[in-house]
Each structure stands twice: as C-alpha cells, then as structure tokens.
C-alpha cells in the first residue's frame, strides 16, 4: 500500500511539504488539513495597512495544491495519537499515517497583558498578527482616525513570528500617515530593548519620517525607556506602563506568542515551542512526527516564511529517507527576511546556514549573508523594495504551483 503523509496546516510549511513530497515520491498519499479553504499570507500583509495592496492580492485557494494529487481535508486538527498514528479531526474524523508534518504556526501568550483577549482582539483592538479580518479592522480604524490622531504599536518579547514585522508595520502606517494624516504619530512600545534591523529601520525612519526630531512621524519606546507594557485599558485604549501611561486612538498589540494549539495537545511543546532534531525537523518528544516553521524551536532560524519553507524541504528529504531506509543527508536551510520601510526604501537580512549536529543548533556560515549596507544608493534601497514584492511572489509558487 502507499505510504500515507499527513500534514497539519497548510500555511507555507504544510503547503511546501505537501507539495514536495508529492513532486519527490509520487507514489505517496498525501493529506493536508486546515480549517480555511484557503492561505492568506501574513507576509506583505503590512502593506494592506498603507494602502499598497488589497487582502484578496494575499489569499491563495488550495486548488493548487489538488493539482499536485494533494487530498484537501477542510477540518481543525484537534490531536495527534502517536501510537496509533492517527491525526483526529474537530469533525470526528481519524487519519492513518505513516509520517505525520505539524505546522500550525503560532498561538498568542493572551495572559501577558491583563485586559487583552481574543475577543477585543476581533472586536476593537486587533492584533492582525494574522492576515484576514483583524488586518481590515485595523486599516479601517487608521482610515477613521482623526488628523493628528496617535498610533500605539505594542511589540512582543522574542522569540515571535516575524522579528522584523512590528517595525516594518509601524512604517507602513507612518507611511499611509504622511500620505493622509501628516500630523499624526505611531509609538512603538517595546518589550524589547533592541530589535531586527535595528540600525537601518532607524536610518530608514529619519530619511523619511523625521525620527529624532519633534516632528518625528515614529516613536520608538525600549522596555528600559518604560515601553514595557502589561496591561490594558481597553474602553479608553489605554496601555498601562511602568513609567507612564500612554492612550491611542488606534491601538494595535501583538502579544507575545507560543506553537499554536495542536502542538500542546499532541503533546509536541516543551516550554513554549516544540524540540526537534534540527537534522530532521523530527519531534524530539515523538518519532514520526515532523514539527516545521513557527511551531518548532529552529535556533537560530528565525521565526519566518522562508525559514519555514527551507525547514519544509529538509524535513520532506528525510521522510522520504527513511520511507527507503536510507540515512538523511546534511541539511542546509536559507532565510531572507525584506521589509519594506517605505516608498522605494527595502531593507533585508539573509542568510545560509548548515547544521551543527553537536549542539543540534543551526548555524549561519560565515561570509553567507548580512544585513544591506548602511547608507546605501537609493537605486539599492529601490530594488530592494522589488526583490521584496518578486521574493513574495516566488514563495508562494514555491508553496502551492
Ligand atoms: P503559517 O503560515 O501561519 O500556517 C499555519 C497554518 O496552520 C494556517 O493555515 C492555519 O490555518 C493552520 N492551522 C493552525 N492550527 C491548525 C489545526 N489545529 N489544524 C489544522 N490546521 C491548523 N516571513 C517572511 O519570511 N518574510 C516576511 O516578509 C514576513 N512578513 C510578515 C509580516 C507579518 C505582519 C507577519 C505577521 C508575519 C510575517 N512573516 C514573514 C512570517 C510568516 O508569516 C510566518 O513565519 C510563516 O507563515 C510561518 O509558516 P508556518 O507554516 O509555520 O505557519
């Protein structure tokens, strides 16, 4: 009989190993399950904010990946029975397999600001740490917003989805501000004192919205500064500090985060984020089990879509070396995150990287990859803006075409 694979989540971890073990062994049965019948991508999704895109320009229908004789399960995965090798559906229903790929992306750590939960979240205060509704509410708000009004970003601890995302927010709405609303400010408070990109955010903001000085379009608040936040007004928007208040017609908080559910009730999680063998991408607390993307503790990876689709693919390579009983090769993973800091301004960090099976950490090669150049041409900073939108472009083909 075929070997049977299936795939928990069909974001760009699932998708990409649905698709590969499918185009590597076309002999195998391949599952995939996830509640939506299709993937709206967080990456780009702060461009909705700004106005550079619509929602629909993110959202993918999973008809792709039928054509590659992927079988489409529309269901939440609500456990995982190692032994049996089962994955259990909301709906009642149990899948056999022989491997098993658990990508189900983040959940939120909803406890580390009293007065914030799922349903301010979706009603009033969104976090739009997900693309879909909570990005529209979120735009509509800034639309609606008075001129001159005030803009509070609150910025999890690490490790979280997309390190870079917060700040490549913040300038996607101080670049719809300067278009619609030039006396308005966005405050980023932080539960960090340092973040990804640091240098060149900050050199992105004062060329093109007057950081450090009075009239700066953005604020950025360290923890140590008093940007630390741990509760929530919600009725007046308030963000409660340990230094200072501070109040925001339009209030966006992205809490801190965890594996998403599944991971917790299938027993894959220890601390916050599943273990694996980093060779692999296999739970360290169950063979058989492949834990990808934000889920899994993929030091020093961070938390992003091209990491998730490097992890896919090395993880479809050793299914399908153990299925023929052969040893798994040397992995090697990639990651390039873009973000776009305003009109015709990109900035990335990129890297290769190869396993240190020692420490089981994955390692950046040295001389591999880097940040852009500090004070670069414009023509540099321009064609980074294209390789961000053609990179989005060819990830998702990688996931699903
Ligand atoms: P996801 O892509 O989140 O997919 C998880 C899937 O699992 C979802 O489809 C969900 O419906 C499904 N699921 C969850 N639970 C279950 C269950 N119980 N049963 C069945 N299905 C389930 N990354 C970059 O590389 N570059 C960027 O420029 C970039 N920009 C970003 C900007 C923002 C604003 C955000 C929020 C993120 C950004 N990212 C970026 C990060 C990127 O979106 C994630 O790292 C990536 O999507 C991780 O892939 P994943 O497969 O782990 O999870």
């Not at 007046?236 to 200072?244: A, S, Y």
Request: aromatic residues 8%; negative net charge.
């Amino acid at each position: 009989a075929a070997r049977r694979v299936v795939v928990v989540g069909g974001g760009v971890g699932g998708c990409t190993a649905a698709k590969y073990l499918r185009k590597l062994d076309p002999s195998l049965a391949v599952t995939l399950i996830d509640p939506q019948a299709a993937y709206t991508s967080c990456f780009m999704s702060n461009e909705v904010l700004s106005g550079e895109r619509t929602l629909e320009s993110l959202t993918f229908g999973y008809d792709r990946l039928r054509a590659h004789g992927v079988q489409l399960v529309q269901d939440w995965a609500v456990g995982i029975d190692p032994d049996k090798q089962q994955v259990i559906t909301q709906g009642g229903n149990r899948f056999d397999y022989d491997a098993c790929v658990v990508s189900p992306g983040v959940d939120f750590k909803w406890e580390a600001i009293a007065g914030y939960d799922a349903q301010i979240a979706n009603e009033r205060i969104p976090h739009a740490w997900f693309a879909g509704p909570q990005t529209l509410l979120l735009r509509n708000q800034l639309q609606a917003m008075p001129e001159g009004g005030h803009v509070v970003i609150v910025a999890p601890l690490n490790p979280f989805k997309c390190p870079p995302g917060p700040y490549e927010r913040a300038s996607q709405i101080a670049m719809y501000c300067q278009h619609h609303k030039p006396r308005a400010k966005v405050t980023i408070l932080d539960a960090k004192d340092a973040f990804s990109k640091q240098g060149l955010y900050m050199e992105g903001w004062r060329k093109l919205y007057g950081y450090g000085t009075d009239n700066s379009l953005i604020e950025w608040v360290s923890a140590a500064a008093g940007g630390a936040v741990e509760e929530l007004d919600p009725d007046t928007r308030t963000l409660v500090g340990l230094v200072e208040d501070f109040q925001g017609d339009v209030v966006n908080i992205i809490p801190p985060q965890k594996a998403g559910k599944i991971a917790f009730a299938a027993d894959l999680v220890e601390g916050d984020w599943c273990p694996v063998d980093k060779g692999t991408f296999e739970s360290s607390r169950h063979p058989g089990i492949y834990v990808l993307g934000d889920a899994s503790s993929a030091e020093k990876m961070p938390k992003s879509a091209y990491a998730a689709n490097s992890q896919a693919k090395v993880a479809v390579a050793a299914i399908i070396a153990r299925f023929r009983n052969q040893e798994p090769g040397d992995p090697t993973f990639v990651n390039t995150c873009y973000s776009i800091v305003g009109e015709d301004f990109g900035i990335s960090v990129a890297a290769v990287y190869s396993l240190d099976s020692d420490t089981n950490t994955i390692e950046p090669i040295p001389g591999s990859g880097g940040v852009s150049p500090t004070n670069a041409s414009p023509e540099i900073r321009e064609r980074e803006v294209s390789y961000a939108h053609s990179w989005f472009k060819n990830v998702i083909n990688d996931m699903m075409e």
